[in-house]
């Protein structure tokens, strides 16, 4: 049997990035009345693993870094 | 015990206490300017990889290959990952939740080194299979190792510290109001989550 690496990351990525996404943001919504320095800063943090997420399920799907094959 | 300190404190030691909470903020602050001198630290050399990027004829340089998007996606997720349950180890603690807090640290350790791990594998299959290397292939190796390197040894550095942690707090050193420790943890663990997002962006995606 021939397994596609390359497809069982991607698929990886895109299942993992929706489950990370969904907890960063829920996280960030639950935290966002927190005050205090630590937390401001735990929420950029929590924004930016957000992102981090979202960049994963893109690479994930080919949307971002699916380049072109040199000849 | 742990758990009776989580609930209640630490029955003995009230001026060390003290000290603790008045010092506190102080702690938190050299903390917060350690991650910023680290950020200006990893913002030079990706200035520079940027730079030396975007002065050359195209990228990467001929003769090597992009590099692999789907095995760092997936490599990517983990670290995010385990920045969630670091999180939530945190969140746990606060709440007096030790059992919740100790299996999401362990998690946070079993997703930290499993990026390692992940990082060996692509190092090795870059220098055995596709002959790029840090000392042999310009720019693009330099920077490439450089930088994924440096994030590594902090990941490792992460690692050793949130192990460190979790023998601490199982040998209930620290309690339900002094906890700098894992506050601390919990903080660098999502800057090297951060400067991943952007390693992640400007070696594998533009």
Known sequence: ?71 | MAVASIAHGSAHGDGADQLYVETRELRLQGFLLFLVSDCVLFSSFIFAYLYLRNSGQGWPPPGIKRLDVAFAAWNSVLLFGSGATMHYALENWKHGNFMKYMWMLIFTIILGAGFLGGQAYEYTHLIVAEHVSWWGSGIFGASFFTLTGMHGFHVFVGVCYLTVLLLQSAAGVYTGQKYFGITAGTLYWHFVDVIWVVLFSIFYLI
């Open chain 1, 1 to 71: 049997m021939n397994v596609d690496f390359a497809v069982l990351e991607r698929t990886g990525a895109v299942a993992g990035g929706i489950i990370v996404g969904v907890v960063a943001f829920y996280a960030l919504y639950k935290d966002w009345s927190t005050p205090g320095v630590e937390n401001h800063v735990f929420k950029l943090m929590l924004l930016l693993l957000g992102f981090g997420a979202i960049l994963a399920i893109l690479a994930g799907i080919n949307v971002l870094g699916n380049f072109p094959k040199v000849a």
